[in-house]
């Protein structure tokens, strides 16, 4: 079974934060993704990576930045949080042959005060 | 730019009822349509249907595209209360840079009361 997991369930942070949110796949996935998903929106795309150090801007990627050092792990980084990232934050992953067929993990609920 | 649309945006079934989940799609070079489960959590795959493939079925739920239509529906044959999350379609674009790329819905909540 495919295994992502997040560094944390719920997260409070104060604007002006700066806040990593971490994410590890177990299953040697090339493809790693980064999600947003607010009532009525739907999951967006925040940012993607296809190998070790490359990374592709989603749909939506102003306030955003993303680490890929080692194959398993992306992370994702708010430079400076606002109220308006308050959002759940997904991550997925997907082997090379089939990006489409995506694995997520559980979600991290991010609050901005 | 690529665009998904699901209705209805929300449903109240009971149990044992059928139900139809509507998905449209608008995108350049299309891949593949995909439909997730997403219950408290992490949406969970469900089917994923590509030119090749554009019926799929898995005990009570199946899913047809039309490609023609630039559509697909997912129904759910005697719906039980454990059918009750939010039900996303996403499509994949594979053209260029947007190869694996996934557009999502806005998704369709179902409830299924007792």
């Known amino acids: 079974d495919v295994k992502v997991t997040q560094s944390s369930r719920y997260l409070v942070k104060r604007t002006g934060e700066k806040v990593f949110l971490e994410c590890v796949q177990d299953?040697?996935?090339?493809?790693m993704f980064w999600y947003r998903q607010d009532p009525g929106l739907g999951l967006r795309l925040i940012y993607f990576?296809?190998?070790?150090?490359?990374?592709e801007k989603g749909d939506i990627p102003e306030g955003y930045s993303v680490s890929r050092e080692k194959k398993e792990r992306f992370s994702l980084i708010l430079e400076s949080a606002s109220t308006n990232q308050t959002s759940m934050y997904l991550c997925?992953?997907?082997?090379?042959?089939?990006?489409?067929?995506?694995?997520f993990g559980p979600g991290t609920r991010l609050t901005v005060t | 730019e690529d665009k998904v649309v699901q209705s209805p945006l929300s449903l109240v079934v009971h149990e044992g009822d059928t139900v139809t989940l509507n998905c449209s799609y608008e995108?350049?070079?299309?891949?593949?349509l995909l439909w997730y489960k997403q219950e408290k959590k992490a949406p969970t795959f469900l089917f994923m249907l590509?030119?090749?493939?554009i019926e799929k079925k898995s005990g009570r739920l199946s899913s047809i595209l039309d490609k023609k239509e630039l559509s697909s529906i997912l129904n759910i044959t005697a719906t039980q209360t454990g059918d009750s999350a939010i039900y996303l379609c996403?499509?994949?674009?594979?053209?260029?840079?947007?190869?694996?790329?996934?557009?999502f819905g806005q998704g369709t909540i179902l409830t299924v009361h007792p």
């Open positions: 997925a992953s997907a082997r090379a042959g089939d990006p489409y067929e995506q694995y």
């Open positions: 299953m040697d996935h090339e493809n």
């Open positions: 990576s296809y190998d070790v150090k490359m990374k």
């Open positions: 995108v350049t070079n299309f891949r593949s």
């Open positions: 590509t030119s090749s493939g």
């Open positions: 996403a499509v994949g674009n594979a053209g260029g840079t947007s190869y694996g790329k996934l557009t």
